[in-house]
Protein backbone atom coordinates (compact mmCIF):
# COMPACT_ATOMS: atom_id res chain seq x y z
CA UNK A 1 0.00 0.00 0.00
CA UNK A 2 1.39 3.79 -0.92
CA UNK A 3 -0.18 5.23 1.62
CA UNK A 4 -0.05 4.04 5.10
CA UNK A 5 -3.39 3.47 7.09
CA UNK A 6 -4.69 5.50 10.09
CA UNK A 7 -7.32 3.30 12.34
CA UNK A 8 -8.34 6.07 14.26
CA UNK A 9 -9.24 7.94 11.16
CA UNK A 10 -10.90 4.90 9.83
CA UNK A 11 -13.02 4.18 12.76
CA UNK A 12 -14.36 7.96 12.80
CA UNK A 13 -15.62 7.48 9.08
CA UNK A 14 -16.68 4.23 9.73
CA UNK A 15 -19.47 5.18 11.62
CA UNK A 16 -22.88 6.25 9.48
CA UNK A 17 -24.02 8.88 11.24
CA UNK A 18 -20.35 10.84 11.23
CA UNK A 19 -20.59 10.10 7.68
CA UNK A 20 -23.79 11.68 7.16
CA UNK A 21 -22.66 14.96 9.25
CA UNK A 22 -19.46 15.07 7.02
CA UNK A 23 -22.22 14.92 3.81
CA UNK A 24 -24.01 17.83 5.81
CA UNK A 25 -20.75 20.01 6.40
CA UNK A 26 -19.00 19.85 3.25
CA UNK A 27 -22.59 20.70 1.30
CA UNK A 28 -23.47 23.90 3.79
CA UNK A 29 -19.77 24.82 3.83
CA UNK A 30 -19.93 24.66 8.37
CA UNK A 31 -22.18 24.02 10.88
CA UNK A 32 -23.00 23.35 14.42
CA UNK A 33 -23.74 20.76 16.89
CA UNK A 34 -27.77 22.37 17.28
CA UNK A 35 -27.99 22.73 13.48
CA UNK A 36 -26.62 19.43 12.50
CA UNK A 37 -28.62 17.88 15.22
CA UNK A 38 -31.99 19.57 13.81
CA UNK A 39 -31.11 17.35 10.53
CA UNK A 40 -29.70 13.98 11.81
CA UNK A 41 -31.71 11.55 14.12
CA UNK A 42 -29.67 12.04 17.05
CA UNK A 43 -29.84 14.04 20.30
CA UNK A 44 -27.90 17.21 20.47
CA UNK A 45 -25.56 15.53 22.66
CA UNK A 46 -24.84 12.96 20.88
CA UNK A 47 -24.02 15.20 17.48
CA UNK A 48 -21.56 16.87 20.22
CA UNK A 49 -19.69 13.45 20.97
CA UNK A 50 -19.85 12.89 17.23
CA UNK A 51 -17.64 15.93 16.16
CA UNK A 52 -15.74 15.70 19.12
CA UNK A 53 -14.30 12.18 17.09
CA UNK A 54 -14.31 14.23 13.83
CA UNK A 55 -12.34 16.45 15.66
CA UNK A 56 -9.88 14.86 17.40
CA UNK A 57 -8.66 12.82 13.77
CA UNK A 58 -8.78 16.19 11.90
CA UNK A 59 -11.27 15.69 10.08
CA UNK A 60 -13.35 19.13 11.38
CA UNK A 61 -11.91 21.94 12.88
CA UNK A 62 -14.34 23.95 15.78
CA UNK A 63 -13.84 27.79 15.73
CA UNK A 64 -16.27 29.73 18.48
CA UNK A 65 -20.12 30.98 17.20
CA UNK A 66 -21.52 32.47 19.72
CA UNK A 67 -22.15 30.15 22.66
CA UNK A 68 -21.62 27.28 20.22
CA UNK A 69 -19.03 26.28 18.26
CA UNK A 70 -19.10 26.26 14.04
CA UNK A 71 -17.26 22.85 12.65
CA UNK A 72 -15.63 22.93 8.97
CA UNK A 73 -14.65 20.05 7.01
CA UNK A 74 -11.00 19.89 6.90
CA UNK A 75 -10.55 19.36 3.10
CA UNK A 76 -6.95 18.51 3.51
CA UNK A 77 -7.06 15.64 6.41
CA UNK A 78 -10.68 14.09 4.05
CA UNK A 79 -8.23 14.30 0.68
CA UNK A 80 -5.83 11.89 3.23
CA UNK A 81 -8.69 9.70 4.36
CA UNK A 82 -9.62 9.16 0.52
CA UNK A 83 -6.33 8.43 -0.32
CA UNK A 84 -6.13 5.90 2.44
CA UNK A 85 -9.12 4.25 0.66
CA UNK A 86 -8.43 4.18 -2.80
CA UNK A 87 -5.06 2.69 -1.56
CA UNK A 88 -7.00 -0.40 0.40
CA UNK A 89 -9.23 -0.71 -2.02
CA UNK A 90 -6.45 -1.22 -4.81
CA UNK A 91 -5.04 -3.26 -2.30
CA UNK A 92 -7.88 -5.60 -1.95
CA UNK A 93 -8.33 -5.58 -5.78
CA UNK A 94 -5.30 -6.84 -6.63
CA UNK A 95 -5.49 -9.95 -3.86
CA UNK A 96 -8.90 -10.26 -5.42
CA UNK A 97 -7.42 -10.66 -8.81
CA UNK A 98 -5.08 -13.34 -7.47
CA UNK A 99 -7.72 -15.44 -5.51
CA UNK A 100 -9.18 -15.24 -9.04
CA UNK A 101 -6.39 -16.88 -10.68
CA UNK A 102 -6.27 -19.40 -8.51
CA UNK A 103 -9.13 -20.41 -8.38
CA UNK A 104 -9.61 -20.55 -12.21
CA UNK A 105 -6.72 -22.40 -12.37
CA UNK A 106 -8.01 -25.08 -9.88
CA UNK A 107 -10.98 -25.32 -12.02
CA UNK A 108 -9.59 -26.13 -14.87
CA UNK A 109 -7.60 -28.80 -13.12
CA UNK A 110 -4.05 -27.29 -12.19
CA UNK A 111 -3.00 -26.48 -9.34
CA UNK A 112 -1.74 -22.97 -8.18
CA UNK A 113 1.30 -22.93 -9.92
CA UNK A 114 0.67 -25.14 -12.87
CA UNK A 115 1.36 -28.35 -10.76
CA UNK A 116 -2.12 -31.00 -11.11
CA UNK A 117 -4.02 -31.30 -7.69
CA UNK A 118 -2.84 -33.88 -5.52
CA UNK A 119 -4.45 -37.07 -7.04
CA UNK A 120 -5.13 -35.98 -10.14
CA UNK A 121 -4.25 -37.81 -12.92
CA UNK A 122 -3.02 -36.12 -15.93
Do not use: C, F, N
Amino acid sequence: MTAAVDDDLWSAVGDPTRRRMLDLLLADGSGTATSLSERLPVTRQAVAKHLGVLDRVGLVHASPAGRERRYRVDEAQLARAVAQLSSVGAAWDARLQRIKRIAEAIRQGEGPRGESPPGAQR
